[in-house]
């Protein structure tokens, strides 16, 4: 079972912390020794803001995502526990940007020898960084990101059982 960040509407109030968390934890330099002039903002995840409301959009990591079965170089594919891009395989189609049902998936350009070069940008759940958890979660201020696993969903899979169990219970006790 993939792992993936869920965001509460409820609590997230649009500081745009998580973007800014993202784009430091995959460049490997602190967010102080950044020089914000000459390094490029792509972050993994996004803001979206309205007039009332504000939300995050990252990759879910489906189990049957439909960005990999678009992928027609095997850019994007199935790991063990999230979906996985690489990055020197995608050929900049945008593909998966249109395959996306949440608009998760971006482009964005790199810079190679060869010269300019656009490829996928999408969350990768900090798998490449040393924080063990996504930097997203790590630094929201209001906790509006979580971060869930196979267990976690377990976890709370059990406890609905038990609930759903204990309303029958108390139902039937009610009857008798």
């Known amino acids: 079972m993939n792992r993936f960040v869920k965001g509460n509407p409820l609590l997230c109030i649009g ?4 973007m800014v968390a993202c784009v430091v934890a995959h460049r490997g330099n602190g967010i102080f020794t950044t020089n914000p002039d000459s390094e490029d903002f792509f972050p993994r995840i996004h803001v979206v803001k309205t007039k009332t409301k504000t939300m995050t959009v990252q990759c879910h ?59 996928a940008n999408k969350c990768d759940l900090c798998a490449t960084t040393e ?8 630094h929201c201020p209001t906790e509006a990101l979580t971060y869930y696993t196979a267990e976690h969903i377990s976890e709370i899979v059990n406890e609905k059982n038990l609930q759903t169990a204990r309303k029958a219970w108390a139902a039937k006790e009610g009857q008798a």
């Open 131 to 138: 924080e063990g958890s996504p930097a997203c979660v790590s």
């Open 15 to 18: 500081c745009r912390t998580c």
């Open 61 to 119: 990591h489906c189990e049957n995502a439909p960005c990999v079965t678009v992928c027609p170089v095997g850019a994007l594919e199935k790991g063990p526990h999230s979906i996985v891009l690489h990055e020197s395989r995608c050929i900049g189609c945008q593909q998966c940007t249109m395959a996306c049902p949440f608009g998760a998936i971006q482009m964005k350009q790199v810079t190679e020898s060869e010269g300019l070069r656009v490829v």
